[in-house]
């Protein structure tokens, strides 16, 4: 599986923002598939993630209720809504795939990993 993500950009504090990652294979239906971020002089962190089917959900606690995590399998393609954006959401997010199927926070776990795309929030 290979993933592209895209979409970031830079957005005033309050604003919105969403990601998208495609993906190539016909396999995509496999994968739980979740979003990672990386913020300057920070290790990267779990964002949000969904199951195969987009049946079942996470979210990190500093993102819950503003972030939306989905995915279209008849695309291959997953998104990341995020509404509210703090300066703090300020990182590099990647896609990632994960055979496993089920919804994992660690990032060991994670089989593909897109380029990643950079979110700016000004304050």
């Known amino acids: 599986v290979q993933l592209q993500a895209s979409g970031g950009g830079l957005v005033q504090a309050g604003g919105s923002l969403r990601l998208s990652c495609a993906a190539s294979?016909?396999?995509?239906?496999?994968?739980?598939m979740g979003w990672f971020r990386q913020a300057p002089g920070k290790e990267r962190e779990f964002v949000a993630g969904?199951?195969?089917?987009?049946?079942?959900?996470v979210y990190a606690d500093s993102v819950k209720g503003r972030f939306t995590i989905s995915r279209d399998n008849a695309n291959n393609m997953v998104y990341l809504q995020m509404n509210s954006l703090k300066p703090e959401d300020t990182a590099v997010y990647y896609c990632?795939?994960?055979?496993?199927?089920?919804?994992?926070?660690?990032?060991?776990?994670?089989?593909?990993w897109g380029q990643g795309t950079l979110v700016t929030v000004s304050s």
């Open positions: 294979g016909r396999t995509f239906s496999y994968y739980a």
């Open positions: 990632a795939a994960d055979y496993y199927g089920g919804i994992r926070l660690y990032e060991g776990s994670y089989d593909y």
């Open positions: 969904i199951s195969r089917r987009g049946v079942n959900t």
